[in-house]
């Protein structure tokens, strides 16, 4: 699926037959890719096939990159066709393992939420929130969203703001504030009749669609292709012609950080590194019919790896290590 294809236009059917396709040629990324293809599932309205691929993955649990999170998602796939008792169960179980992944917590809180289970739901956030937060204001972008679904749930509930809602208050960067995006009496200023309540809310719609259409304006970063020092030599090495776009390491990881920044100062955002072996490229030149030495086979094969989920984001988070494996963090190393 393109990036610039409209929603209403993806026969979400056939998108997760080609996803399942895809994971056969490439086992090592069946996780990412089968994950996709049952969102496609559930989007069509095939639920019992996503719970099928859910327990697929489960089965070879002791492969999976993050277990807890094909746990949730089966329990809220569940859920929504009538599955309430075994649902509760896997959510009982996400909870009890608590994973140090946010994304697992924020699936299985928006399920209660979203069953009218709002007490349940808060008290999900919070345990999430009591793990994975640091003492820090500046949490990782990734916990933001627990964050975000913990105010939205009080808000809901009527309690009062504390430390974490205020945090949440102030990561937010949207035009609108969280109270008023959060507010539960929002609804009802729909059937007004006054037009300037009417506007205001048209105002606050906009500025919410205008986040989820970024956030979804393209599904894979824009990607650029990383070598660590082994892979790179013996690439060079089967492929001499490549010298010519790799003439040393230390200035391929150079070349790498440059290209990211230029991109960033150029508004792009989405912006992610890919990390290459000789074998998978070569079984990628294969599949093209290019021979491996044609230089612009590369770009090709980075965005192939970003779309099967294989990018790490850039720049790397705070405190996290840099991309280039070198064991420093990012901000003493090439962020310096």
């Known amino acids: 699926m393109r990036p610039d294809t409209p929603a209403e236009n993806v026969d979400h059917t056939a998108e997760a037959a080609r996803l399942e396709r ?26 019992p096939a996503a719970t099928t691929l859910y327990d697929r993955l489960l089965a070879s649990a002791a492969g999976l990159d993050n277990p807890a999170l094909v746990r949730a998602l089966k329990a809220s796939n569940l859920w929504e066709y009538g599955h309430e008792a ?13 994973p140090r992944d946010p994304a697992p917590w924020v699936i299985v809180a928006e399920a209660l939420e979203s069953h009218d289970e709002l007490e349940a739901a808060e008290q999900t956030f919070t345990e999430a929130a009591r793990l994975l937060l640091p003492d820090s204001a500046n949490p990782a972008p990734a916990t933001h969203p627990v964050l975000y679904g913990r105010h939205r749930v009080r808000r809901m509930l009527g309690l009062p703001h504390d430390d974490w809602d205020t945090l949440a208050d102030t990561l937010h960067t949207a035009p609108v504030s969280l109270d008023e995006l959060h507010d539960p009496k929002r609804v009802w200023s729909l059937g007004s009749d006054n037009p ?3 506007e205001a809310e048209i105002s606050r719609l906009r500025a919410e669609l205008g986040a989820y259409r970024e956030a979804l304006s393209r599904p894979f970063p824009v990607a650029v292709l990383h070598w660590p020092a082994p892979e790179l030599t013996e690439l060079v090495s089967a492929y001499p012609a490549l010298s010519m776009e790799y003439p040393s390491h230390s200035e391929h990881l150079a070349t790498i950080e440059s290209a990211l920044r230029e991109l960033a100062a150029s508004g792009t955002a989405n912006l992610g590194i890919v990390t290459g072996t000789v074998p998978s490229y070569e079984a990628f030149a294969a599949s093209e019919a290019t021979p491996p030495t044609d230089a612009t086979l590369l770009p090709q094969y980075a965005t192939t ?3 099967r989920g294989r990018a790490t984001a850039w720049p790397p988070e705070r405190g996290a290590e840099c991309w280039c494996g070198a064991g420093q963090a990012y901000a003493q190393c090439h962020g310096a």
């Open 22 to 47: 895809t994971a056969g040629l490439y086992p090592e990324d069946a996780e990412t890719l089968l994950l996709r293809a049952a969102a496609h599932l559930e989007l069509s309205g095939d639920r």
């Open 86 to 98: 075994e649902a509760r169960a896997i959510i009982e179980g996400v909870r009890t393992t608590a």
């Open 196 to 198: 300037a309540e009417l």
């Open 305 to 307: 790896l970003a779309s």
